[in-house]
């Protein structure tokens, strides 16, 4: 099979092993934020490296506030440069370089440190992160049919996740000791020697994860097609960029469908990477969860993530991207009441109330296992209603627009991005309670999905 890329209008002709190269940038990239921003370092950050959790959930959330809007304002930029100049790898390189530099040097964000090193190593691991992705999505027309393009974006971010998971499994079993006994879930010392009571169990997932992106990001750039590299100067290529992107912003307001779901995408998707980002910091804080409980729960979330994953696969080429994004926001949107209505001895908000007797190990009392019950939901939806989203796009955009539109479709994820964990953490602060904060989340989650009902699908059919 060649090894040639689709241009406008045509089909895509990719070698498998150029395509699973592609696929493999999402096992590559998972990591990042399954153990850093979800769940050990980001609970780390809030429940040890300061003595206040509720100031810590705070602090984390404006760590993504910023990253959110350095990401916003730059994204869409970027999409429409990587159209003039061509080729997205270089993109990928540079920005790849810099989230494994920063992650390495999270190994030293010891308990006692200034906050301030792990919250600009982590706003620049995040940066750095997402714009990597956006060029990597914006490779997708190119590489897939229109009709495969939902099944290959859900198998893709299934991948991601079971990378993910992987990672989590390994520090959970060989790495993560209880402060108490100092012993693994297996009952052994940790690798390495790792102290928990110094965090050394936390810390290390940032040099683990830079190592795994490492690895695992160099079959896309030995394998996978690029488009061809434009002989245009830089200088020329970011005004041509910046023309472009004012022209795509100026071709919205004729193509009504496709700016409904850009609306609809950056209104919700705010609350997918709100309860990504602080669901797992929110029961360190409630439950004083460590690393070995963080550890299990994400564990859990990943096994049904891949699950929803593969299902959606089959079900976004039956049904439609729409119908996977939908469901999943109802899925998220329900679970995210169970969780913020759940606390030490109740649930739904107190209407039942729950014991509050430790039955000893992990999650050992009920309003625990409560709590996780509401994660299976976060787990089913949260894979879908991103892969889903992403093959609605590439459904609804031509290649040759594929990184301008992309660029775009990363501001309508960042672009508000920012007042997801910035309504948290200060609604968090104001009220003294983790539980408001986090109910925020439902009305990003309810109004994103109220705008996506009523858009076309694919999003560039007439309104």
Same mark, same amino acid.
């Given at each position: 099979?060649?090894?040639?890329?689709?241009g406008?209008?045509?089909?895509?002709?990719?070698?498998r092993?150029?395509?699973?190269?592609w696929?493999?940038?999402?096992w590559?990239a998972?990591?990042?934020f399954t153990?850093i921003?979800?769940?050990?370092?980001g609970?780390?950050?809030?429940?040890r490296l300061?003595?206040?959790p !509720?100031? $810590?959930?705070? *602090?984390w959330?404006?760590? %993504?506030? /910023?990253?959110?809007?350095? &990401? @916003?304002?730059?994204?869409?930029?970027l999409?429409?440069?990587?159209?003039?100049?061509?080729?997205r790898?270089p993109?990928?390189?540079?920005?790849?370089v810099?989230?494994?530099?920063?992650?390495?040097?999270?190994?030293?964000? !010891?308990? $006692?440190?200034? *906050?301030?090193?792990?919250? %600009?190593? /982590?706003?620049l691991?995040? &940066? @750095?992160?997402?714009?990597?992705?956006?060029?990597?999505?914006?490779?997708?027309?190119?590489l897939?049919?229109?009709?495969?393009?939902?099944?290959?974006?859900?198998?893709?971010?299934?991948?991601?996740?079971?990378?993910g998971?992987?990672?989590?499994?390994?520090?959970?079993?060989?790495?993560a000791?209880?402060?108490?006994?100092?012993?693994?879930v297996?009952?052994?010392?940790?690798l390495f020697?790792?102290?928990?009571?110094?965090?050394?169990?936390a810390?290390?997932?940032?040099?683990?994860?830079?190592?795994?992106?490492?690895?695992f990001?160099?079959?896309m750039f030995?394998?996978?097609?690029?488009?061809?590299?434009?002989?245009?100067?830089?200088?020329?290529?970011v005004?041509?960029g910046?023309?472009?992107l004012?022209?795509?912003?100026?071709?919205?307001?004729h193509?009504?469908?496709?700016?409904?779901?850009?609306?609809?995408r950056?209104?919700?998707?705010d609350g997918v990477?709100?309860?990504?980002?602080?669901g797992?910091?929110?029961a360190?804080g409630?439950?004083?969860w460590?690393?070995?409980?963080?550890?299990?729960?994400?564990i859990?979330?990943?096994?049904?993530?891949?699950?929803?994953?593969?299902?959606?696969?089959?079900?976004?080429?039956?049904?439609?991207?729409?119908?996977?994004?939908?469901?999943?926001?109802?899925?998220?949107?329900?679970?995210t009441?169970?969780?913020?209505?759940?606390?030490?001895g109740y649930?739904?908000?107190?209407?039942l109330q729950?014991s509050?007797e430790?039955?000893g190990?992990?999650?050992?009392?009920?309003?625990e296992?409560?709590?996780?019950?509401?994660?299976?939901?976060?787990?089913?939806?949260?894979?879908?209603?991103?892969?889903?989203?992403?093959?609605?796009?590439a459904r609804?955009?031509?290649?040759?627009?594929?990184?301008r539109?992309?660029?775009?479709?990363?501001?309508?994820?960042?672009?508000?991005?920012?007042?997801?964990?910035?309504?948290?953490?200060?609604v968090?602060?104001?009220t003294?309670?983790?539980?408001m904060?986090?109910?925020?989340?439902?009305?990003?989650l309810?109004?994103?999905l109220?705008?996506?009902v009523?858009?076309?699908?694919?999003?560039?059919?007439?309104?």
């Amino acid at each position: 099979m060649s090894n040639t890329t689709a241009g406008a209008g045509d089909e895509p002709n990719v070698s498998r092993t150029g395509l699973a190269g592609w696929m493999l940038f999402d096992w590559a990239a998972q990591p990042f934020f399954t153990v850093i921003i979800t769940f050990i370092f980001g609970p780390y950050f809030v429940s040890r490296l300061t003595d206040d959790p !509720v100031y $810590g959930q705070a *602090m984390w959330g404006y760590t %993504l506030t /910023i990253s959110g809007i350095v &990401i @916003a304002m730059l994204s869409p930029v970027l999409g429409s440069i990587a159209d003039q100049t061509g080729a997205r790898k270089p993109w990928i390189g540079f920005f790849a370089v810099i989230k494994i530099v920063t992650l390495a040097l999270l190994w030293f964000a !010891v308990p $006692g440190s200034p *906050m301030v090193y792990p919250f %600009l190593l /982590i706003i620049l691991a995040s &940066i @750095a992160a997402e714009f990597s992705i956006v060029f990597n999505d914006s490779m997708m027309p190119r590489l897939v049919s229109e009709k495969e393009v939902g099944r290959i974006s859900n198998l893709a971010w299934g991948l991601g996740y079971l990378g993910g998971m992987i990672v989590l499994i390994a520090v959970v079993l060989f790495v993560a000791g209880s402060p108490e006994s100092g012993k693994t879930v297996l009952g052994v010392d940790p690798l390495f020697g790792l102290d928990a009571a110094s965090g050394a169990d936390a810390r290390i997932t940032g040099p683990i994860s830079a190592l795994w992106y490492l690895v695992f990001i160099l079959p896309m750039f030995l394998f996978t097609p690029d488009a061809p590299r434009s002989r245009m100067p830089a200088s020329t290529a970011v005004r041509n960029g910046m023309a472009e992107l004012r022209q795509t912003i100026g071709e919205l307001k004729h193509r009504p469908g496709i700016l409904r779901f850009l609306v609809a995408r950056m209104i919700f998707q705010d609350g997918v990477n709100g309860l990504l980002a602080l669901g797992g910091t929110f029961a360190a804080g409630m439950f004083a969860w460590q690393t070995m409980e963080l550890g299990v729960y994400g564990i859990i979330l990943n096994v049904v993530a891949i699950g929803g994953c593969l299902y959606a696969s089959s079900l976004d080429a039956k049904l439609g991207s729409k119908v996977i994004v939908t469901a999943s926001l109802i899925c998220l949107t329900i679970a995210t009441i169970g969780i913020v209505s759940t606390g030490p001895g109740y649930t739904l908000f107190g209407l039942l109330q729950l014991s509050t007797e430790d039955a000893g190990g992990l999650f050992a009392t009920t309003a625990e296992k409560a709590y996780i019950l509401y994660g299976l939901l976060i787990g089913i939806a949260f894979g879908p209603v991103q892969a889903s989203a992403r093959s609605y796009l590439a459904r609804s955009v031509s290649p040759a627009e594929a990184g301008r539109y992309f660029g775009i479709y990363a501001l309508s994820g960042r672009a508000t991005t920012f007042l997801a964990p910035a309504s948290v953490s200060t609604v968090t602060l104001i009220t003294g309670s983790a539980h408001m904060g986090m109910l925020t989340l439902v009305a990003f989650l309810g109004v994103g999905l109220i705008i996506l009902v009523r858009t076309p699908y694919p999003a560039n059919r007439p309104v």
